[in-house]
């Protein structure tokens, strides 16, 4: 608050990193001062406690079995967190209204990245006894939540679904003319990030693809609505290959 009102700024002031400390013991209008861990809280408590509980919940999911079978230290620090949590909501949560248009496409996202639809590795691990093993009907590998999508995508069709989605919506909103195609600056990015498709599915977007496409449409707002259009199609080829396999998975559950 000192360095606000002092007008110092990053990086002149990095976050934990204080140019002018309050001495509490100097305060003397104020009754009382809060501390955390004997630290002195100079920042408003609401605001302290929003940062504190984003942070716990964040390193939650973060240490979780889950997550780490996908989210290894590269991915991580390759991952655009920021842009990736905004377009894993098609709203904010807090928002009073509800309605099934916003709340199916939640739900979808957040079994996916959490690998949480229930896959045949689920149904073994909670009925062993019927399921036998976690093999997929189809090609015999193991089947969690993006095996069960992209198992009968021999051709990387969805991927491709992605790419083309984003450089329409990101052609539409050019500020000026690329000198190469569009498509191909993706896929030049995501190849070299080793950004495969089921990053993409839980929709974690890596940095360069967010600079890419911002240095396109020089535009943060529509460089995520371009972002978001790309994520949408895919979400609906996935629910297409999802319900493809659920019925072949009904079929072999008959037959046996
Ligand atoms: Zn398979």
Aim: net charge positive; aromatic share 8%; charged share 25%.
């Amino acid at each position: 608050m000192a360095d606000n009102l002092a007008k110092i700024s990053e990086p002149l002031n990095p976050c934990g990193r204080r140019i002018i400390e309050v001495n509490p013991v100097n305060l003397y209008q104020i009754g009382w001062t809060v501390t955390w861990k004997n630290y002195h809280i100079d920042q408003p408590i609401n605001k302290f406690i929003k940062i504190m509980n984003k942070a716990k919940w964040q390193a939650k999911w973060r240490t979780q079995n889950r997550t780490n079978k996908w989210l290894n230290k590269s991915i991580a620090e390759k991952t655009d967190w920021k842009t990736s949590w905004s377009l894993a909501h098609p709203s904010r949560i807090t928002k009073a209204m509800t309605s099934k248009t916003n709340h199916r496409p939640r739900v979808f996202n957040f079994k996916v990245l959490n690998d949480k639809l229930p896959t045949k590795s689920r149904l073994y691990q909670r009925l062993p006894e019927t399921y036998m093993d976690e093999s997929c009907v189809i090609c015999g590998r193991k089947e969690d939540s993006i095996h069960a999508i992209t198992c009968a995508d021999n051709n990387n069709t969805l991927l491709k679904t992605f790419i083309t989605s984003l450089a329409q919506a990101t052609s539409s909103r050019a500020a000026k003319k690329p000198t190469q195609k569009i498509s191909v600056i993706f896929e030049k990015v995501l190849t070299s990030e080793n950004w495969d498709i089921g990053n993409l599915l839980r929709r974690t977007i890596p940095h360069k693809l967010t600079k890419a496409v911002q240095g396109l449409v020089e535009n943060t707002h529509k460089t995520l609505e371009a972002l978001r259009i790309a994520c949408d199609t895919l979400q609906e080829k996935a629910k297409i290959s999802w319900k493809e396999r659920c019925e072949n998975f009904i079929l072999w559950e008959r037959s046996m």
